[in-house]
């Protein structure tokens, strides 16, 4: 009787075991780990997929790693006139290096601003100061400009002058006359006349108004004026200059040149140009 009684509990036993649903098994199991354990997965072969999944895997930890990084320095970012207001700034980094960046002008420029061009050689032996023979008719103490092979005399006494060499009127602007010496002026004033300064204009070169006397002014260290006219005997801060036809009609010379007449010659003095 028991053993008949153990066999029908073993069945039963093996009947309820057999009709428990799935999912008890799988509980069951669960309760196994109340804390699962983390799965560790190498970051090189799990990375594309971890970030997928919206997972940043750390970096692998270094003795470089460990030493404290300073900030990123934030990009600057220049404006400038040259670009539309529209445009977008660029990055300090993203600007190519200086010396491959050309430098940006602006279309039209001051003529008194602009930089002067030098001269690569000194000034003809010829057009140095020197005294010569010269045969005329003219008193001593008389100017004698020759605007064709760019001489001025003046007249001494014994047949001789002392002659300076000149810059004079540029094509278009050459002229001939007789006149006086009117006025006498030291490191004088640059006001150029109206119709200089719209025949520069229409060039693109603007000239100013009026410009105090130095070293940077055309007239240079000294003017003498002739007569009524706009015309004026005077230095320049161009000496590379002398000898050739580029004024707009006045004589130019060396500064040190047309300092040594300035002492020379008086207010009256008679000036011929021929």
């Not at 072969?45 to 470089?64: E, F, H, I």
């Not at 040259?82 to 430098?103: F, K, N």
């Not at 020197?130 to 064709?148: H, M």
């Not at 119709?195 to 260290?221: C, S």
Request: charged share 20%; proline share 12%; glycine share 8%.
């Amino acid at each position: 009787m028991s053993s008949l009684r153990f066999f029908l509990k073993a069945g039963l036993a093996v009947s309820m075991l057999s009709a428990m649903p799935v999912w008890a098994g799988k509980a069951m199991a669960d309760d196994r780990y109340q804390s699962r354990p983390p799965v560790v997965v190498s970051p090189d072969l799990a990375a594309p997929w971890l970030l997928q999944l919206g997972v940043r895997s750390a970096p692998p930890v270094t003795a470089q790693a460990t030493r404290v990084q300073p900030a990123p320095a934030q990009p600057v970012y220049y404006r400038s006139a040259y670009y539309p207001p529209a445009a977008r700034p660029v990055p300090q980094q993203a600007r190519p290096p200086m010396a491959a960046m050309a430098p940006l002008r602006p279309a039209v420029q001051q003529a008194s601003a602009m930089p002067v061009r030098r001269q690569a050689t000194p000034t003809a032996p010829q057009f140095l100061p020197q005294v010569v023979s010269y045969e005329t008719k003219e008193k001593p103490g008389t100017l004698v400009i020759d605007t064709n092979n760019r001489f001025l005399y003046l007249v001494m006494e014994g047949g001789q002058a002392r002659r300076y060499g000149v810059g004079v009127g540029k094509p278009g602007f050459e002229w001939a006359g007789e006149h006086k010496v009117t006025r006498k002026t030291e490191w004088p004033e640059w006001i150029p006349p109206k119709e200089m300064i719209e025949r520069e204009a229409a060039k693109g070169h603007y000239l100013p108004a009026r410009m105090d006397g130095g070293p940077e002014n055309p007239l240079g260290a000294r003017a003498l004026y002739l007569g009524s006219t706009l015309y004026r005997i005077h230095g320049t801060n161009a000496p590379w200059t002398i000898g050739y036809g580029v004024s707009s009609g006045c004589i130019r010379m060396r500064n040190e040149d047309v300092t040594d007449l300035y002492g020379r010659v008086p207010v009256g003095t008679k000036v011929i140009v021929m």
